[in-house]
């Protein structure tokens, strides 16, 4: 038999085959023994019945193909040892005489401590075979583990999952999401010892809904930190995640939904391998679901969301799925990743069985897609890019209209992280924000909505957010959006003021196209006002506001707004510090004061110019 390859791992039947020629070694010798016979002989019972146990693991481990080796093999190694200190015994008791008398004490002493590590190997071999019964969890604690019962759990609980029964296959993975739960030290062994294969195959090829939430909770509790999210994404997992997410019913698309957001958080990798993997559509599919486009309330000065419909059914019409749909699920364009189509078979029994789920399930799952949308759009430009290709904008636009609570939150904060990307990247911005199209009018539309109602500073809040960050693509002449966020700079809420004030810098800052336009279109709306009051009544709006207010200065710092309120004194008190505090705003804050200097050094007589 040829050895492995220096740093290959030795294959299983090359593991078992050692300990059984040491069993035959022993054996051997101790037939030819000299000395210590009586010895000898108990030796010989303990390592035959060894080598039997060992065969039975070899005739198990043949007829399993989905063995799980990872107890095997760390039992077996020990095994082997103790059958070769074993032998290095039974080799000096062919020798007798004077030294073999001199020596007896220390001998005997010898063949206790060999008999009862044999005992020891006797009884993780008889453990090791318990977990190959299928009637059985084997939770019994062998020797090797004595020390850290949960290891002996770790290995009972995986091997249930990987070889068990189905009906103890997701009692199996619950005990162990339970185990992941308790410490990061149980996550870490379960990963170590070979968990997360099983599971995955379990959420892949679960025969129940049960067994395939168990895996996916499981595997929850323990990609909680971004080595362990590596270590499922290496073992091929986002593909086996993102085919479930598409296939599952609703409640297992839940628990699906919850490992997908918390491994895009955890781990950028992994976020983009799920983007490779094309996850978004499913995700926005099932959002889809009766979300009805269909709105016959006309909304004046708007492009209605019937409008916006029939455009996207008409887009819809080319696509390879028909679906009867009232809703924009029809226009998501149901493809795999590799671009192919599904029969209609699927979708109508999927349609089955998202018509018998209650609205609470229905509500809990398109939360979670939600927030798993949320999170791979985060900072990734192919997620992005791919949810605002299947129509995903007007979706989650209409959800935010019509749903309330953690749904609405979730679908706002997606919408907001898609515009955080689109703000560095013009392809994206033109191509899903391009203002004359039906999805940008929709979001835009309910962003301004959700701004103006002001009813939760925690909605307002990424809505802002996400119109600062499309500031770029509104051309000179839109009106709409500037005279909301002029009132929330003169709100009561610190924080939404603090979000507008940043929003209405991205307006008016010198890389924006239309500064000058809209820093005017803020003169217009009485916007110095609320923003001077801002700075004198809240410190930590100081730095988004002064900004602000530097921006207006070089824009329209002839402007008597700015005069009457003293915008030239205020830059130049605040100046010192907040150039000592951030040095990179010091040319800035230079600019802004000079170019007011122009315009009313009059006004101050007894001013002493900023020096940079």
């Known amino acids: 038999m040829a050895a492995p390859a220096p740093g290959e791992e030795k294959t299983l039947q090359d593991e078992l085959s050692l300990p059984i020629l040491f069993a035959e070694r022993v054996i ?22 060894l080598a039997q146990m060992l065969r039975s693991t070899v005739r198990h481990a043949s007829a399993t193909q989905t063995l799980y080796e990872r107890p095997v093999r760390r039992i077996v190694a020990d095994v082997a040892k103790n059958l070769d200190r074993a032998i290095t015994l039974v080799r000096k008791c062919k020798h007798s005489g004077v030294l073999r008398q001199v020596f007896s004490i220390t001998t005997t002493a010898d063949f206790r401590k060999v008999s009862s590590l044999l005992e020891s190997s006797i009884g993780d071999m008889k453990w090791l075979l318990s977990i190959f019964d299928s009637d059985g969890t084997g939770l019994s604690l ?28 997701a009692e199996a993975a619950n005990s162990l999401a339970s185990l992941a739960s308790d410490n990061d030290r149980n996550k870490k062994m379960i990963v170590e010892e070979g968990g ?102 006309p909304q004046s000065g708007k492009t209605s969301i019937h409008s ?17 749909y009232h809703n924009i699920s029809g226009s998501l364009g149901h493809s795999h990743s590799d671009g192919s189509s599904r029969g209609g078979g699927h979708y109508n029994r999927k349609e089955r069985e998202w018509e018998s789920e209650t609205p609470e399930v229905k509500l809990e799952v398109k939360v979670s897609c939600a927030e798993a949308l949320w999170k791979l759009s985060k900072e990734s430009l192919g997620n992005s890019r791919k949810i605002a290709e299947t129509k995903g904008l007007l979706c989650l636009a209409k959800i935010v209209e019509v749903e309330r609570e953690e749904l609405q939150l979730n679908c706002l904060m997606t919408v907001m992280e898609i515009a955080a990307v ?42 802002i957010k996400a119109i600062g960050c499309l500031a770029r693509t509104f051309p000179a002449r839109e009106s709409r959006i500037i005279g909301p966020l002029v009132v929330q700079l003169g709100g009561k809420n610190v924080e939404v003021a603090m979000e507008t004030a940043v929003a209405l810098g991205k307006f008016v800052c010198p890389e924006n196209f239309n500064c000058l336009e809209h820093s005017k279109a803020i003169l217009e709306f009485d916007g ?20 602000l207010l530097c921006y207006l200065a070089l824009n ?53 110019p900023y020096a940079p």
């Open 308 to 324: 916006l419909v029939q455009i996207n059914k008409e887009l819809a019409k080319s696509d390879s799925v028909a679906r009867n």
């Open 528 to 547: 110095v006002s609320p923003l001077m009051k801002l700075l004198r009544n809240n410190d930590r709006a100081q730095m988004p506001g002064l900004v």
């Open 196 to 297: 997360i294969g099983p599971l995955l195959k379990l959420l892949k090829e679960g025969s129940s809904a049960e067994a395939q939430i168990a895996a996916a909770t499981a595997l929850c509790n323990i990609a909680t930190d971004r080595e362990r999210v590596r270590f499922v994404v290496e073992s091929h997992g986002v593909p086996v995640i993102v085919q479930v997410l598409g296939d599952s019913p609703a409640r297992v698309q839940t628990s699906v939904a919850k490992l997908v957001a918390l491994m895009a958080e955890m781990d950028p990798e992994a976020k983009e391998e799920f983007a490779r993997e094309n996850a978004t559509r499913p995700l926005v599919s099932t959002l889809a679901m009766d979300t009805v486009m269909d709105d016959p309330k």
């Open 142 to 169: 062998p020797p090797i583990a004595s020390n850290d019962p949960i290891l002996a759990w770790v290995w009972s609980y995986t091997a249930t999952i990987q070889m068990g029964q189905p009906k103890d296959r």
């Open 28 to 49: 051997k010798l101790a037939q030819e023994a000299e000395s210590s016979k009586q010895d000898c002989a108990e030796l010989v019972k303990q390592v035959d019945r």
């Open 422 to 463: 689109a703000e560095s990247n013009p392809d994206l911005r033109r191509a899903a924000f391009k203002p004359s199209s039906p999805p940008a009018k929709a979001v835009l539309d309910q962003l301004l909505r959700v701004i103006q109602e002001g009813s939760s500073p925690t909605l307002q809040i990424p809505a």
């Open 556 to 608: 329209v710092g002839n402007s008597k707004a700015l005069e009457q309120a003293r915008a030239l004194y205020v830059l130049e008190g605040a100046a010192r510090s907040v150039v000592a505090q951030y040095p990179g705003l010091r040319e800035l804050f230079a600019k802004a004061i000079h170019h007011l200097t122009l315009y009313q050094a009059g006004a101050h007589p007894h001013r002493q």
